[in-house]
Nanobody
């Protein structure tokens, strides 16, 4: 049973930074694509960032401000978020794709999901 647990969310002001963590238990972490998605109230879940082995991918809205990285020794993936904006507000989910050949930018490609952590950025 693969489980993902996010942490690190909170309430911050515009311009602040946060680091989200996602600890993965079970499975073969180092072989998975790992992704971060977010969902604002009334909106669909959207792609934020992904890491496939050492290659990283970002949505245009976060490129240059967010960094995804992983520590395979700790079975953990991180999302460093800098220069936060109010439009970054939402529930952030991490996800794992056990067959990393699909489209990392779509939720349907992922097999396992965390419960989400709330990020709120005030103006």
């Amino acid at each position: 049973q693969v489980q993902l647990v996010e942490s690190g969310g909170g309430l911050v002001q515009a311009g602040d930074s946060l680091r989200l963590s996602c600890a993965v238990s079970g499975g073969t972490f180092r072989a998975y694509d790992m992704g971060w998605f977010r969902q604002a109230p009334g909106k669909e879940r959207e792609f934020v960032a992904a890491i496939r082995f050492s290659d990283t991918y970002y949505s245009d809205s976060v490129k240059g401000r967010f960094t995804i990285f992983r520590d395979n020794a700790k079975n953990t993936v991180y999302l460093q978020m800098n220069s936060l904006k109010p439009e970054d507000t939402g529930v952030y989910y991490c996800a794992a794709d056990k067959f990393p050949v699909g489209n990392y930018g779509t939720p349907k490609a992922y097999d396992y999901w965390g419960q989400g952590t709330q990020v709120t950025v005030s103006s």
